[in-house]
């Protein structure tokens, strides 16, 4: 035998340009559907990389291929099928387009694509791009006039005031959430080593109001005193960074840092965050395809958004998770 074998060949999967082989969706406004997969290219990007993740919401559509004639089997991560008897499923939107040098332009897409999914009752699942992708559907989730819980998963605790003069890139995520007014609780999980926060950023985090619990905390004690921190029945934004993950799990990004999560903490998270309350928003970003390692952090990345569909699912079907 020569070359790799096709698992999808096996198992009688056929190609699909779409996140698991679901519909597409072209056209927000007549969207039915209990999630949308959205990528978003970037947003705003500093000029030292540029767009780096650019290519990950297409690589993850790719990481599902080989699953196109397997999406009603059962999927131990949620105890049934990813779409059980009853609920809707979801669907890929595509991806929206990107900018070059008109980052404003690039938000105003993000925002005005959240604002529709969201208005047609569905979840949105923006897929990054860098972690700059965030903010604008943070700012399009006010227009609703509910207040949020944001459970942030990410090795960094995106604090920065500004770097390189630019206040809206991925090093200043969550201080630009901390000030929307409907952004009343943030939960930051995951952090570790050293990242581009000083000491006075965690500081004015703490002041704030954030609560961190560490990777090495949830080595130590679970996922419990993180979900701990959300209150019951509250409106959550699940925003996860894939670097969170151990680089064993995922070695595709750009800063590889030893001690993360595992794929069953996270899991374990999404599922916790669902049953304390409403999962009203999630996005996936800083997965960098070109530095994986044989597609391994795609098939993880792809793994748990598709346990994120099927969480989703449940939820907008009212059955239990």
């Known amino acids: 035998m020569t070359g790799k074998p096709d698992l999808g060949a096996l198992f009688g999967a056929t190609p699909a340009s779409t996140f698991l082989g679901l519909e597409k969706c072209d056209d927000l406004d007549r969207m039915d559907a209990s999630s949308a997969y959205i990528g978003a290219p970037g947003a705003t990007p500093y000029g030292s990389v540029g767009a780096y993740c650019r290519n990950a919401p297409d690589a993850l559509r790719k990481a599902t291929s080989s699953l196109t004639a397997n999406i009603d089997r059962h999927n131990f991560d949620l105890g049934g099928p990813v779409f059980p008897a009853g609920s809707r499923r979801a669907v890929d939107c595509g991806d929206l387009p990107f900018n070059e040098t008109d980052f404003a332009r690039n938000r105003t897409v993000i925002q005005d694509a959240i604002r529709k999914i969201v208005g047609k009752s569905a979840v949105p699942i923006l897929v990054g791009g860098d972690d700059s992708v965030p903010i ?90 993180a979900l701990a921190c959300i209150p019951d029945g509250a409106n959550i934004i699940v925003c996860i960074d894939v670097d969170a993950l151990d680089p064993s799990i995922v070695p595709g990004v750009i800063g590889r840092t030893p001690g993360g999560l595992a794929y069953h903490h996270v899991l374990d998270l999404m599922t916790g965050a669902a049953r304390k ?16 390692i044989d597609g391994l952090g795609g098939l993880a990345t792809a793994g748990l958004i598709s346990a994120a569909m099927g969480i989703l699912a449940r939820q907008d079907a009212r059955l239990p998770i």
């Open 136 to 225: 604008p559907m943070l700012e399009a989730l006010s227009a609703t006039g509910q207040t949020y819980s944001e459970l942030q998963i990410d090795a960094h605790i995106d604090w920065r005031k500004s770097h390189m003069d630019e206040e809206l890139g991925l090093s200043s995520t969550m201080r630009r959430a901390s000030e929307m007014p409907h952004i009343e609780r943030i939960v930051q999980v995951g952090a570790r080593g050293i990242g581009s926060a000083h000491s006075d950023d965690h500081a004015d985090a703490i002041a704030w109001g954030a609560a961190f619990v560490t990777a090495h905390d949830i080595h130590r004690s679970g996922v419990e005193p």
């Open 277 to 292: 309350g409403r999962i009203a928003a999630m996005d996936f970003v800083e997965y960098v395809p070109e530095a994986d």
